[in-house]
């Protein structure tokens, strides 16, 4: 039992802990464990434009954004790019995709859905771009001009195709074609380098995902990742935390002939998913204090005058939805990001989702996944609340002892072994099989917290959104009544400032509570009350079976 309290002691500082961290840095103060952006005095990694080499980088590298105010800059236009799911604008400057609303994520009667991915304003820049290197050649500040056609796609109309022509540079020419596909947040990018000029050149085409550190919105007192990823079949997925970016410490596969690269934030993701089988090299840059980028630069060989060559690409730009994300390109599905708890997390949204396409509401799926691993787990926990009764049963006896060898430790324990020893009571039984669920649980936490499913998602009455706080913070009252009781029914600390910490945490931890989505919420409700619900019945049923056995006549003496 003292091993359980120990356990339980140190679960409630972590918590307390992580809980004043993630306040911190909710009220804009540093946190203790991630470092802020801000804060960063590192040199950032040298920016090359193209053509030229970086001592930072083993080969040529895109350029960096154009100065403010030159004079291309304005020059740019904004075209307005309308599809089923989309809502874009895609800069004449470099042709670059520089804002897109994601409609399907919301709709008219919850508008605040609206999910904006790429974004160029004053507070937030975020950019898929493209381009040329290796020499004087179109890129990503240059002015290209929009081919006359159609910009919005039309009822019926299942592809909407989007071109764009660069002038002739340095003897190139690149026409981008932008291919939006109805139902898709896949976009084909198809990208022509044309030599129009007299002699063979040797240029690389980049893409490359630029991106500001500004934070996403996420639940309070939790921290999701956001940041760079490269993915390829031999070192599969490798995360890009900003911090290591800026101390030159970021550890990721540079050259492949497959994979791709993203940026990935809560909920949602962006990729570029260049054509397998062709050689590239990925890199990750710091462009300034709060701007980065990650990207694939492909070599494109001679091209002869007069030679025109294809390389078509595809961006994702949507919801991280694992099994759309799966049919899209290897590994793609990895930026559903569940940390170190993968493994056990994966299995468990499978069978969430399962449950979902039979009942149709993700909060009645949480209740019925919550029953099926509290079913699993029953002899593990019938064990523990076992073990805990026993316990509850001798504590007076142990608190007796404690008081009588207050002055010998050694004698106290020994005393305690012995007493543990005639009443067949292992202090290690209600801890253990508590630790083995543990794992479970906390995959289950970051299944809820991770899947885009629950945003907008609701369940009855006034739960509207199971992504979202409960409006009337009926759930977390419910949550803090379930542990109070569940501390009553556990056996009481032999030390009185202990009995009164215990008491305590169901209010510390429904702090937290208060601000958890809603669907996190209702699992930890549904668990605690399967908990206390299994507790009290085998805590009656061993009572029953003591009264019964006190109860037994005595045979008679021969």
């Keep these: 039992m003292d091993i359980k309290r120990s356990v339980l002691w140190v679960i409630f500082?972590?918590?307390?802990?992580?809980?004043?961290?993630?306040?911190?840095?909710?009220?804009?103060?540093?946190?203790?464990?991630?470092?802020?952006?801000?804060?960063?005095?590192?040199?950032?990694?040298?920016?090359?434009?193209?053509?030229?080499?970086s001592a930072d980088t083993p080969d040529a590298t895109p350029g960096a954004p154009a100065a403010p105010g030159a004079a291309q800059v304005a020059k740019a236009e904004l075209v307005k790019v309308k599809t089923d799911l989309?809502?874009?604008?895609?800069?004449?400057?470099?042709?670059?995709?520089?804002?897109?609303?994601?409609?399907k994520e919301g709709d008219s009667k919850q508008p605040d859905l609206y999910v904006t991915l790429f974004d160029d304003t004053a507070t937030h820049k975020y950019l898929a771009r493209t381009g040329l290197s290796g020499g004087d050649f179109p890129n990503h500040d240059d002015v290209f001009t929009l081919v006359p056609g159609p910009t919005e796609m039309a009822d019926g109309q299942n592809?909407?195709?989007?071109?764009?022509?660069?002038?002739?540079?340095?003897?190139?020419?690149?026409?981008?074609?932008?291919?939006?596909?109805?139902?898709s947040y896949v976009i084909d990018v198809d990208q022509q380098v044309v030599n129009a000029g007299t002699t063979a050149l040797k240029p690389s085409l980049y893409v490359e995902l630029v991106r500001d550190s500004q934070p996403v919105e996420t639940p309070r007192f939790s921290h999701t990742f956001i940041g760079p990823a490269v993915y390829t079949d031999q070192h599969h997925f490798q995360k890009i935390t900003f911090s290591d970016i800026d101390k030159n410490k970021?550890?990721?596969?540079?050259?492949?002939?497959?994979?791709?690269?993203?940026?990935?934030?809560?909920?949602?993701?962006?990729?570029?998913?260049p054509t397998q089988g062709t050689d590239r090299n990925y890199y990750v840059q710091r462009l300034d204090q709060t701007l980065y980028r990650v990207g694939a630069q492909m070599p494109l060989g001679t091209i002869a005058p007069g030679q025109t060559i294809n390389v078509d690409s595809k961006l994702f730009a949507g919801p991280v939805e694992e099994k759309m994300l799966a049919g899209i390109a290897p590994g793609l599905d990895l930026v559903k990001d569940y940390g170190y708890v993968?493994?056990?997390?994966?299995?468990?949204?499978?069978?969430?989702?399962?449950?979902?396409?039979?009942i149709g509401n993700w909060g009645w799926s949480i209740i019925v996944l919550t029953l099926m691993i509290k079913a699993v787990f029953f002899p593990l926990s019938a064990a523990s609340y076992r073990s805990m009764a026993k316990m509850k049963e001798i504590t007076p006896r142990m608190q007796a002892m404690r008081e009588r060898h207050k002055g010998d430790p050694q004698k106290m324990n020994a005393a305690l072994m012995e007493l543990y020893k005639t009443e067949k009571v292992n202090p290690l039984g209600g801890c253990l099989?508590?630790?083995?669920?543990?794992?479970?649980?906390?995959?289950?936490?970051?299944?809820?917290?991770?899947?885009?499913?629950?945003?907008?998602?609701?369940?009855?009455?006034?739960?509207h959104d199971l992504s979202q706080q409960d409006p009337f913070f009926i759930l977390p009252v419910l949550m803090a009544g379930s542990m109070f009781i569940q501390t009553r029914l556990n056996p009481t600390p032999?030390?009185?400032?202990?009995?009164?910490?215990?008491?305590?945490?169901?209010?510390?931890?429904?702090?937290?509570?208060?601000?958890?989505?809603?669907?996190?919420?209702?699992?930890?409700?549904?668990?605690?009350?399967?908990?206390?619900?299994?507790?009290?019945?085998?805590?009656?049923?061993?009572?029953?079976?003591?009264?019964?056995?006190?109860?037994?006549?005595?045979?008679?003496?021969?």
């Design 13 to 53: 500082v972590v918590s307390l802990v992580m809980l004043f961290d993630n306040w911190q840095r909710h009220t804009g103060h540093p946190s203790m464990f991630f470092p802020s952006q801000s804060l960063q005095k590192t040199a950032s990694p040298g920016t090359t434009t193209p053509g030229e080499r």
């Design 433 to 463: 099989p508590v630790v083995i669920q543990i794992p479970v649980f906390i995959s289950l936490y970051w299944v809820l917290l991770s899947s885009v499913e629950m945003r907008g998602a609701p369940w009855i009455g006034w739960i």
């Design 250 to 273: 970021a550890d990721f596969a540079t050259q492949a002939n497959n994979g791709w690269v993203a940026m990935i934030q809560h909920y949602f993701a962006t990729a570029w998913i």
């Design 342 to 358: 993968t493994i056990i997390a994966r299995p468990l949204f499978w069978l969430l989702e399962k449950i979902h396409g039979l």
């Design 86 to 103: 989309f809502n874009a604008d895609i800069s004449t400057q470099g042709g670059t995709l520089s804002r897109l609303e994601l409609l």
């Design 494 to 558: 032999p030390d009185p400032v202990q009995a009164k910490m215990m008491m305590f945490m169901p209010i510390a931890f429904s702090v937290m509570f208060f601000f958890f989505p809603a669907g996190l919420v209702l699992y930890y409700v549904v668990n605690n009350v399967l908990s206390i619900t299994q507790q009290y019945y085998i805590t009656r049923m061993m009572g029953k079976g003591k009264t019964r056995k006190l109860a037994a006549p005595t045979p008679p003496k021969q």
């Design 159 to 183: 592809t909407l195709a989007v071109k764009f022509e660069s002038p002739v540079k340095g003897g190139l020419k690149l026409v981008k074609t932008y291919t939006f596909t109805r139902g």
